[in-house]
């Protein structure tokens, strides 16, 4: 018994923690076949996510983020909403040499402010929204080519943005996360994430 809570000590990252941060945007597809968001003044969340949204459902198809399925393997849907970050958007378009990165380029259904590193905020993260709605994170958005494209096709002037998007936004692309409770969320409201004990797993 020792043993183990010595092991709990050294190998504790945090504890519990609570940081706010502000709703700077909520954005929505136009449709279940649309990659690119528009603003809307406000989201009503259900079990399913955003209805009518690309992402929404209790379930997904797997593709090429899942390998370990074959392609179009029903499986259960983490992926309901992409949360951004301002800051982090703002240091990709610098990487990138590009004035300007906005959320409903790269489908975004959240945008941030406040929260640092929002990216490296761990799973299991509860994002509770000043109107009540929680998203449960689910992990780290990898950026993709997708995206790039999404960002390219608004500087038609630069070519190899598809390409250059997934190297400089790693670590910055945001989160994904899933409706733990409904509610309706808006533009300018209050969002706090209640950040869970964090351990660091080793085998010996």
């Not at 949360?83 to 975004?108: D, F, N, Q, T």
């Not at 998203?135 to 250059?164: I, Q």
């Not at 400089?168 to 994430?193: D, M, N, Q, S, W």
Request: with cysteine; hydrophobic share 35%.
């Amino acid at each position: 018994m020792d043993q183990v809570l010595t092991l709990q000590k050294d190998f504790a990252v945090s504890a519990k923690f609570r940081v706010s941060g502000k709703v700077e945007g909520v954005f929505r597809t136009g449709s279940e076949e649309r990659f690119e968001t528009f603003p809307a003044d406000a989201l009503e969340l259900t079990f399913k996510g955003i209805p009518g949204d690309r992402h929404s459902g209790f379930t997904r198809r797997s593709g090429a983020r899942e390998p370990w399925y074959p392609r179009g393997t029903e499986m259960c849907n983490e992926r309901q909403i992409s949360l951004l970050s301002v800051e982090e958007l703002r240091l990709i378009a610098e990487r990138m040499a590009l004035p300007e990165i906005l959320p409903e380029w790269i489908g975004g259904n959240f945008l941030l402010s406040g929260l640092p590193h929002l990216t490296r905020i761990p799973p299991r993260t509860r994002l509770v929204f000043e109107g009540g709605a929680v998203v449960r994170v689910d992990g780290e958005n990898l950026p993709c080519r997708s995206a790039g494209a999404g960002v390219g096709a608004n500087y038609p002037d630069r070519e190899g943005l598809d390409l250059l998007f997934p190297k400089e936004a790693r670590g910055l692309r945001g989160l994904v996360g899933y409706v733990e409770k409904p509610g309706t969320v808006r533009a300018g409201e209050g969002v706090t994430a209640h950040i869970p004990e964090q351990w660091i797993y080793e085998t010996v």
